[in-house]
């Protein structure tokens, strides 16, 4: 037996997940239809997802899928699906010739490099944003909900989708979900690995309703601010629950009322949380997901941030001027200052929003957090490294592994004092076994590596291309593109974007994007010579 | 009473032996010279054959039998003959096993394996340890209800700050109850006004980190342990020591030398220091300071290992040693040497039947005061007296002044109060005199 790395059976599914993905394409169809809008971006799309998938599928009838393949497969699932989503965003820029006139010729999208950034920014929840401008009339509804539709497909994971449907990813499902899914190992929450994948999807799928007809729910009563309509509240569900942060608001949360505001941080919240625990809470053990280690250091990562940010921002800690790349001007940045400094609510609201924002890395902003003094946007920055819970939809490092790591380097200073003594490193009670947290161990700094190289690398690009950017631009953007947190700094702030990047930049952006979304390992090792020798 | 021994070893023979005076005591053995020997050294009839079979058990009577104690040095050997007398009588059994897993799913359906009552070797002996080490102070103190329930018995000296006040004004613990004082001989049973004086006994019954905590008040200068305790060899019995510590809130090093069973044993007990090293290692003896430690355990798996780490450890400056000591009689020998208590295993477990089997139906017993009262440990069925009522209506149906000292329920420890209402399953401790202790036994 050959233990060459079969790539037939990994294409193969990648073929099957893609054929599928002509279903979720119907939404925006219907969307498009009901605002009596062209469905010219979906019905090619859906076209070439069931071409290229039947076509990929012929090449192995009966895929085998084993680890070595699970890692191609998931990795190669996420860039052709990232592929196959700019083709909606090219059409709606350049039409189709003789059939189609263009829609919006002057969208930043018609780029290729720029629509694949969006797309791949969308399927990792990601949420940085490259459109020079985002609302539904310079692009159709059709469009921008497929781009909010983009992160709900790839917050729970599409291959964990694809085991939850396809009966014959009963065997390799849990590897495959493994692979993709955030965090340390997966939990099977029932013995049938597609079982598990549907609890989580099912979960998934009514807390995104819950959101969406409580977003609604505000409008009807009026609480909602001038934006808000059946649209928004979709569009809002489908961005909070995969922690991606696309708002098709160009102000993003700063559009809708204070009430909107709170009702969205928990569901935030909840986004960040390990899926399998609020599963167990839910059936019927909430004291599991109080007692959980992960989740106290959740909760406690936030709530300390929360209160440094709120005593910055009530004690007025904005920028003193507007800084040069700044993406606000000086009338906003007083009336935001005299809004808030002082006031308990408004204080406490933006800092709560913030920090739960941007440590499930979901990446919304209650308003422009670029115009907070130095000290509060660093705080913002070193939060873009913590992270969600294992098993959620957040991305960037996770709360679990620093816990481990913290407890390892804890360990490590004892055990000079005391060469004999044996600690395991503990987690709620169980110890964990010396290959776990060497894993976890090596995944961070891992993690932390390919920050550190993605910000040189981008510093690089930035120099020789000739474009100025400040070092916390680079820096910030690296974090919160590998971390798919969306929003970083200056010109990079939440109502700015990436597009000022280079093409190769962008490019870059996209594999560290992929890299996030997939915690680097299946990626990067499907790239080592290892891998595909005999 | 007719008892049927399966198992001549150290365990049976002690056992025969105690029980040959007042009952018919049969013993089933292997080895035909041992058969042989207890014919002729004990009077007793000695049984050849293997206690595991029918034909062997019938030969013995085992239908007549009232009680069989399985007491082999094989844990599998000793549960299937409890299971094989099940089947054909209705004799009470007991069986010895060293394996605490047997123990544990026993004591969640006290059905399991057709025994009627089991004992653990390995815990008892880390039990008596921990007794000796924990509680300086006491006169005297005895486990209950799987070690969650303790009986301690306590000196009042002059210097004691409890001495002269009252029961009601001493009793600041939740989980504590003033079972008796005895005072020039007479036993008092207290209640909230009585006065303590110094010179009395004190018998409380409680969680054995209340009473530990109790101990610290009614004696704050010989306390328990001002120092530390380091425990050699984590075998099960040392494991139990370590675990019985902790849960009394004392926190102890182990030692031991197999990396394997080093980390198992960092993972089972949080709150003990493991390290994996040779407790002979001189330098890392100096090195950890455990001159400094108050009690050093021994209880690696040779008596002569046991031996040189206790006085290597006395040699650095440990105050006081404790060995596990396999072989019954080294015991005098090392304690001659210089380790100052020696604890059997075999000793401590052929005990713990003994007094089981004079105690009739209770589960456990306890002797206070030379006897003059017991400590019973019972098990309440639906029948019982004590079922329905409140403790304050339902003690007096009871034949006998009792003291309900603490109540054990699905494993969690309930605070005995005059309101509470004990439910059928429960194991109730009680103190009860000595003169009335079979009236009360019978009656429960």
């Known amino acids: 037996m050959s233990i060459r790395v079969d790539y037939r059976a990994s294409l193969s599914l990648v073929g099957t997940v893609l054929k599928y993905l002509s279903v979720p394409l119907l939404l925006p169809v219907v969307v498009a239809l009901y605002y009596g809008e062209t469905l010219a971006p979906f019905l090619p799309t859906i076209a070439v997802t069931l071409l290229v998938g039947w076509g990929l599928e012929r090449l192995a009838p009966e895929p085998d899928i084993a680890a070595r393949e699970g890692f191609l497969m998931v990795a190669a699932t996420w860039l052709a699906v990232a592929l196959v989503g700019t083709i909606p965003y090219l059409i709606e820029a350049h039409g189709i010739p003789l059939l189609v006139e263009p829609i919006h010729p002057d969208s930043t999208l018609a780029n290729p490099t720029n629509a694949l950034f969006e797309s791949m920014s969308g399927f990792s929840t990601t949420g940085a944003t490259v459109l020079g401008s985002i609302n539904v009339v310079d692009h159709t509804r059709g469009v921008m909900l497929w781009r909010q539709l983009t992160q709900w497909l790839g917050g729970m994971g599409i291959v964990v989708l694809a085991v939850a449907i396809l009966p014959e990813l009963s065997v390799g499902g849990a590897q495959l979900m493994d692979a993709e899914a955030p965090?340390?190992?997966?939990e099977k929450l029932t013995p049938k690995i597609a079982e598990t994948a549907r609890v989580l999807w099912g979960a998934y799928l009514a807390i995104t309703v819950v959101e969406i007809l409580l977003l609604y729910g505000l409008d009807l009563a009026g609480m909602a601010g001038p934006n808000m309509n059946a649209y928004n509240a979709v569009a809002h569900g489908l961005t909070t629950m995969p922690t991606g942060g696309f708002s098709p608001q160009a102000r993003s949360i700063e559009a809708f009322s204070a009430a909107v505001q709170w009702v969205i941080i928990p569901f935030m919240v909840i986004a960040g949380t390990n899926f399998a625990l609020i599963w167990q809470a839910v059936a019927g053990s909430p004291r599991e997901l109080l007692e959980d280690t992960e989740f106290r250091g959740y909760l406690g990562a936030m709530a300390v941030l929360t209160a440094i940010l709120t005593g910055l921002l009530f004690t007025?800690?904005?920028?003193?001027?507007?800084?040069?790349?700044?993406?606000?001007?000086?009338?906003?940045?007083?009336?935001?200052?005299?809004?808030?400094?002082?006031?308990?609510?408004?204080?406490?609201?933006?800092?709560?929003?913030?920090?739960?924002?941007?440590?499930?890395?979901?990446?919304?902003?209650?308003?422009?957090?670029?115009?907070?003094?130095?000290?509060?946007?660093?705080?913002l920055l070193f939060a873009m490294f913590v992270g969600g819970s294992a098993g959620s939809t957040g991305g960037s490092v996770k709360v679990i592994r620093w816990i481990v790591v913290a407890k390892v380097l804890r360990r490590e200073l004892f055990t000079t004092a005391h060469p004999e003594a044996v600690?395991?490193?503990?987690?709620?009670?169980?110890?964990?076994?010396?290959?776990?947290?060497?894993?976890?161990?090596?995944?961070?700094?891992?993690?932390?590596?390919?920050?550190?190289?993605?910000?040189?690398?981008?510093?690089l690009d930035a120099a020789r291309a000739g474009v100025d950017f400040t070092v916390l631009e680079v820096i910030s953007g690296t974090a919160s593109t590998l971390g798919n947190v969306g929003p970083a700094f200056y010109r990079l702030g939440p109502m700015g974007g990436y597009l000022r990047f280079p093409d190769s930049s962008k490019l870059f952006m996209v594999v560290l994007m992929w890299a996030g979304r997939l915690e680097i390992l299946p990626l990067l090792v499907c790239l080592t010579p290892e891998y595909w020798r005999r | 009473m007719r008892v049927i021994i399966v198992g001549a070893?150290?365990?049976?023979?002690?056992?025969?032996a105690d029980l040959s005076e007042a009952h018919d005591v049969v013993i089933v053995?292997?080895?035909?010279?041992?058969?042989?020997?207890?014919?002729?050294?004990?009077?007793?009839?000695?049984?050849?054959?293997?206690?595991?079979?029918?034909?062997?058990?019938?030969?013995?009577?085992?239908?007549?039998?009232?009680?069989?104690?399985?007491?082999?040095?094989?844990?599998?050997?000793?549960?299937?003959?409890?299971?094989?007398?099940?089947?054909?009588?209705?004799?009470?059994?007991?069986?010895?096993?060293?394996?605490?897993q047997y123990l544990r799913t026993w004591q969640r359906s006290r059905a399991a394996f057709g025994v009627d009552f089991m004992v653990c070797t390995y815990l008892l002996a880390a039990e008596s340890i921990v007794r000796v080490v924990g509680l300086p102070a006491a006169r005297d103190a005895d486990m209950f209800a799987?070690?969650?329930?303790?009986?301690?018995?306590?000196?009042?000296?002059?210097?004691?700050?409890?001495?002269?006040?009252?029961?009601?004004?001493?009793?600041?613990?939740?989980?504590?109850?003033?079972?008796?004082?005895?005072?020039?001989?007479?036993?008092?049973?207290?209640?909230?006004?009585?006065?303590?004086?110094?010179?009395?006994?004190?018998v409380v019954i409680g969680t054995p980190r209340s009473v530990r905590a109790f101990a610290g008040d009614v004696a704050p200068h010989e306390s328990a342990l001002s120092g530390e305790v380091v425990i050699v060899g984590g075998s099960e019995i040392g494991y139990h020591v370590a675990r019985l510590l902790s849960e009394r809130g004392v926190t102890a090093r182990l030692i031991e030398q197999d990396p394997d069973r080093a980390r198992w044993l960092a993972e089972e007990l949080p709150d003990t220091m493991v390290l994996e090293t040779d407790a002979t290692d001189i330098e890392f003896l100096e090195r950890e300071?455990?001159?400094?430690?108050?009690?050093?355990?021994?209880?690696?798996?040779?008596?002569?290992?046991?031996?040189?780490?206790?006085?290597?450890a006395e040699r650095v400056g440990t105050e006081r040693s404790i060995a596990v000591i396999d072989q019954s009689e080294y015991v005098e020998l090392f304690e001659a040497v210089g380790i100052d208590v020696g604890v059997n295993p075999r000793e401590v477990v052929a005990e713990e039947i003994t007094r089981f089997t004079r105690?009739?139906?209770?589960?456990?017993?306890?002797?206070?005061?030379?006897?003059?009262?017991?400590?019973?440990?019972v098990e309440v069925d639906d029948d019982s007296p004590l079922v329905g009522e409140p403790i304050r209506e339902s003690i007096h149906s009871l034949p006998a002044d009792v003291v309900i000292g603490a109540i054990s329920r699905d494993g969690e420890y309930v605070v005995p109060r005059g309101e509470t209402e004990i439910e059928p399953g429960d194991h109730v401790v009680l103190f009860v005199e000595t003169e009335d202790a079979d009236k009360v036994s019978a009656a429960l």
Request: negative net charge; glycine residues 10%; charged residues 20%.
């Open chain 2, 9 to 16: 070893g150290q365990v049976g023979e002690s056992i025969a």
């Open chain 2, 29 to 100: 053995e292997q080895d035909p010279d041992r058969v042989e020997e207890l014919n002729y050294g004990l009077d007793v009839l000695a049984v050849e054959g293997d206690g595991t079979s029918l034909s062997a058990l019938e030969e013995a009577d085992v239908t007549e039998a009232d009680m069989v104690i399985a007491s082999t040095d094989d844990d599998e050997t000793n549960i299937v003959v409890s299971s094989t007398v099940k089947a054909v009588s209705d004799a009470f059994t007991i069986a010895r096993v060293k394996n605490t």
């Open chain 2, 146 to 202: 799987d070690g969650r329930v303790e009986m301690a018995e306590f000196d009042v000296g002059e210097e004691s700050p409890i001495s002269g006040q009252s029961v009601a004004e001493a009793d600041t613990y939740d989980s504590l109850t003033f079972a008796a004082i005895v005072r020039d001989e007479e036993l008092l049973i207290p209640t909230g006004t009585t006065e303590i004086h110094a010179g009395d006994r004190l």
């Open chain 2, 359 to 377: 105690a009739g139906g209770a589960e456990n017993v306890a002797l206070v005061e030379n006897g003059l009262a017991e400590v019973l440990e």
């Open chain 2, 289 to 312: 300071h455990i001159g400094d430690a108050e009690v050093i355990v021994s209880a690696l798996d040779s008596d002569e290992k046991n031996l040189l780490a206790s006085l290597l």
């Open chain 1, 183 to 186: 965090g340390p190992g997966i």
């Open chain 1, 423 to 459: 600690r395991p490193v503990r987690l709620g009670g169980n110890a964990l076994d010396d290959r776990a947290t060497r894993g976890i161990m090596s995944f961070t700094l891992l993690y932390l590596s390919m920050f550190f190289i993605g910000a040189f690398v981008l510093f």
């Open chain 1, 316 to 379: 007025g800690g904005f920028a003193s001027g507007v800084p040069e790349g700044a993406t606000f001007d000086a009338a906003y940045l007083s009336e935001t200052a005299a809004a808030i400094t002082g006031n308990l609510e408004p204080a406490l609201r933006h800092a709560l929003f913030q920090a739960v924002s941007i440590v499930t890395t979901t990446g919304y902003a209650s308003m422009d957090f670029d115009v907070w003094g130095a000290p509060a946007k660093y705080a």
